[in-house]
């Protein structure tokens, strides 16, 4: 009788704890999460800038719809992106101080503004609150021969400093960027 009891308990605790440990997983994101880092080594203590940010896809549709003209865009997909500064930067000529920013854009006709603000987790730019922007920076965009159907951001050398480059379909947008002493 003992065994047939501990067998009947054995089965329901089993039951029960395959039901606690299932769990519903979500399948990839249409747009992924993605970071690019500078300097892009392993060693953090070295680095002087990182970025997380999501990755849309244009699926065939056009920048202009997707990251419409003249107005706030959460630069990239999801969440608002966000920028760590490991120590203090010029950001396209305006001195930042170390931090994680939430960055935003607003695309024009050959140029774009790029935006760091305060407010982090943030998703998309409809809660963008430009009274937290810690600063804008307007910097020309360019178009190349290549389009990238991925939105795409990394950081590239510079000389003494640095650019954080952005580019999607055929526009690309560069944000100088040195380490500073304030």
């Keep these: 009788m003992k065994k047939v009891l501990f067998i009947a308990l054995m089965a329901v605790a089993m039951t029960f704890s395959t039901d606690a440990l299932a769990q519903k997983f979500s399948g990839l994101d249409k747009s992924p999460m993605d970071m690019a880092a500078y300097p892009n080594d392993y060693k953090v203590s070295s680095k002087t800038a990182r970025i997380i ?90 178009e190349d021969s290549t389009s990238l159907e991925e939105f795409s951001i990394a950081f590239k050398e510079a000389g003494d400093s640095f650019e954080m480059v952005m580019g999607w379909d055929k526009t690309r947008v560069a944000v100088p960027i040195t380490a500073s002493k304030m």
């Design 53 to 142: 940010y999501s990755r849309p896809q244009l699926k065939g549709r056009s920048l202009s719809e997707l990251a419409p003209a003249g107005k706030v865009w959460r630069t990239g997909a999801n969440e608002a992106a966000e920028i760590t500064f490991y120590s203090d930067v010029d950001f396209g000529g305006k001195q930042i101080k170390a931090g994680t920013y939430s960055i935003f854009t607003i695309p024009s006709s050959g140029e774009w503004t790029v935006v760091l603000n305060k407010n982090l987790n943030q998703w998309g730019a409809y809660s963008y609150d430009e009274t937290a922007d810690v600063a804008r920076v307007t910097v020309p965009s360019a």
